[in-house]
């Protein structure tokens, strides 16, 4: 399965790319995102904050990542020295990425919803035409919620740029985007939506001209998955590649929300982002003869294609036509809606597979990376809903690695294969009957052998297919890690400075740390927890001190070493754990 990102691009502004990344990619001036690993002290937090000179201005709390000042134009820069301390997971510039639009004057498009034709969106409606209960989030420039083919279809969101709840359309490019999705249907006057009932939820990313920072992005994608929304569109693209959108995208994943996103309109061989993000769903744009659009970006990331100049919703109650990928992406996001309306009992990864089972193939037989897994048919996916209910065949599912019978030891990636006729959902792995870890695809896990003890133990792999039929199979296998592991620090010490010593144990554990120096010295040896309380400490005038810890719970450590009188003093710190 293949899963990506969200892309923000407005309007007809071109980016300068050099091999797919965006050289003059544009950064919210003085900002940098910043992540800490789990377990940094807050006092450790704000002393690299200082050292860097910086304040945190924002952040996004469901991802745990901090909007930090930066010295305007040394954005990079900036994020370069929070990455290289040990603490920090990632940093990197709050870029700006822009909606993606081509704005066509045939007055064909101009006149006609042909694209709903295309996509055979009259034959699904027999089916179904959505479910008021169902919310599309369309994460873009607001939502003209006054328009006379809008009104009372708009749940109102959040407007993150200029922070209050109203987020009108201050551009146009969001209104034409819910229309595509959601415009009243059978109501006598202007167009039709793909979804009839779905709701549309407003969420402003973007500003008036066109522009949407990647932590706007980042926070409406967690907005909108914690307010409910089962479907994200997202018709921007950026060219940088970023941490902090992967973590929105997985975190809506994660919740049953699908994020789905325009791939951009450079014509080149890259999906820009967030579309190109695991777990998104990327969209590239095709003409009324099924003809990949020149100026839609393509690749590895590529997902689906869908036409791109629809007939649609303008700000201030008009109608016109509006093209580029971002007309494509909230084709697939209305299909998208529309499936979840017929069961909504769906994760994101069984709707991915209706809408793969659905698509018409174009170009090369399969995916290709012009044209994805084909166009977009809202009929043919909506059809397969009921069918894969009915389908009672179990999947198959093999643990392809490690090899049965085979000694492991530390961290060892744990692979299987599963096929089925309607599609693999999930698959889940179990150590000795406990689940411990669930994929999407691919389908590894890597297991830390040094949590569990020496000897046989069984790793299990159940798949799951759409339909909810399951097989499992499982191996034994026999880990085998050394009892014991050895750490050597070194440094020196005087009596004005003293020395850290960061150490993790991945279990429980006795410890010993044996302290050695050469003269008369008297030298101190601390062990601190990660919230910076004592546990135990030695103190000797003669080499070496020592200390020993039964018990020790699995975590970060860090050992002091301090000198108590002598002159500078050069030492060794050796620190033995054996599993407890």
Excluded at 286 to 291: A, E, H, R, V
Excluded at 357 to 377: F, P, Q, Y
Excluded at 433 to 453: C, E, L, M, Q, Y
Excluded at 501 to 509: A, E, G, K, V
Aim: with cysteine; net charge neutral; charged share 15%.
């Amino acid at each position: 399965m293949r899963f990506i990102g969200i892309t923000l691009i407005l309007l007809l502004l071109p980016m300068l790319i050099s091999a797919g990344f965006c050289a003059s990619q544009p950064i919210a001036p003085g900002e940098i995102l910043v992540k800490f690993k789990p377990g940094t002290p807050s006092s450790e937090i704000a002393s690299i904050h200082r050292q860097n000179g910086s304040v945190i201005r924002g952040s996004i709390p469901k991802l745990g990542i901090q909007i930090v000042s930066s010295p305007k134009g040394r954005e990079i820069n900036h994020a370069a020295k929070y990455k290289a301390s040990r603490f920090v997971e990632y940093a990197e510039p709050n870029y700006l990425a822009r909606v993606t639009s081509l704005n066509p004057n045939d007055p064909y498009f101009a006149t006609n919803q042909w694209t709903l034709f295309k996509i055979k969106a009259p034959a699904a409606w027999e089916m179904n035409v959505g479910e008021s209960s169902v919310i599309v989030a369309v994460l873009d420039t607001g939502v003209d919620y006054k328009h006379p083919d809008l009104e009372g279809k708009i749940i109102n969101g959040y407007d993150f740029v200029n922070r209050d709840s109203d987020a009108i359309d201050d551009n146009g490019h969001g209104t034409a985007v819910a229309g595509i999705i959601g415009a009243c249907a059978n109501n006598g006057i202007g167009i039709a939506g793909i979804t009839w009932a779905c709701k549309i939820m407003a969420i402003k990313v973007a500003d008036a001209t066109g522009y949407a920072s990647y932590s706007n992005i980042a926070s409406g994608i967690t907005y909108a998955t914690d307010y409910g929304a089962r479907v994200v569109n997202i018709s921007i693209a950026g060219a940088s590649p970023s941490s902090t959108l992967q973590s929105a995208v997985d975190y809506a994943y994660k919740r049953g929300c699908l994020v789905i996103a325009s791939s951009g309109n450079n014509g080149i061989n890259t999906v820009y982002y967030p579309a190109a993000c695991s777990n998104a769903i990327a969209v590239g744009a095709t003409d009324q003869y099924d003809q990949v659009a020149s100026f839609s970006n393509y690749g590895s990331a590529l997902d689906f294609v869908s036409p791109c100049n629809a007939y649609t919703t303008l700000r201030g109650g008009g109608y016109g036509g509006f093209g580029g990928t971002s007309g494509s992406a909230p084709h697939v996001a209305g299909v998208a809606a529309l499936i979840i309306s017929a069961n909504p009992t769906f994760n994101c990864a069984q709707v991915y597979e209706l809408l793969k089972s659905g698509a018409e193939d174009l170009g090369t037989v399969g995916w290709d990376e012009k044209s994805g897994w084909g166009r977009i048919n809202a009929y043919d996916s909506l059809s397969t809903v009921v069918a894969p209910l009915q389908d009672t065949s179990p999947p198959t599912v093999a643990i392809i690695s490690p090899v049965a019978g085979s000694t492991i030891s530390g961290t060892v990636t744990v692979s299987a294969n599963a096929t089925d006729n309607s599609g693999i959902a999930k698959i889940e792995f179990f150590v000795d009957g406990v689940s411990k870890a669930v994929t999407w695809g691919p389908f590894t896990w890597n297991w830390d052998t040094t949590s569990i003890a020496n000897g046989l133990h069984t790793i299990g792999a159940k798949a799951y297919d759409i339909a909810g039929n399951t097989t499992s199979h499982t191996i034994n296998v026999n880990v085998s890690n050394s009892l014991s592991s050895t750490v050597v620090f070194s440094g020196s010490v005087s009596t004005k400075v003293s020395k850290s010593h960061l150490w993790t144990t991945n279990s429980t554990t006795d410890t010993k740390a044996s302290l050695s120096w050469n003269g008369t010295a008297g030298l101190k040896l601390q062990l601190y927890d990660a919230q910076n309380a004592l546990i135990a400490s030695s103190t000797s005038n003669t080499s070496p001190a020592t200390l020993c810890v039964t018990g020790l719970p699995a975590g970060e450590y860090n050992f002091r070493v301090s000198a108590e009188s002598g002159k500078t003093t050069k030492y060794t710190l050796t620190v033995t754990s054996t599993p407890h």
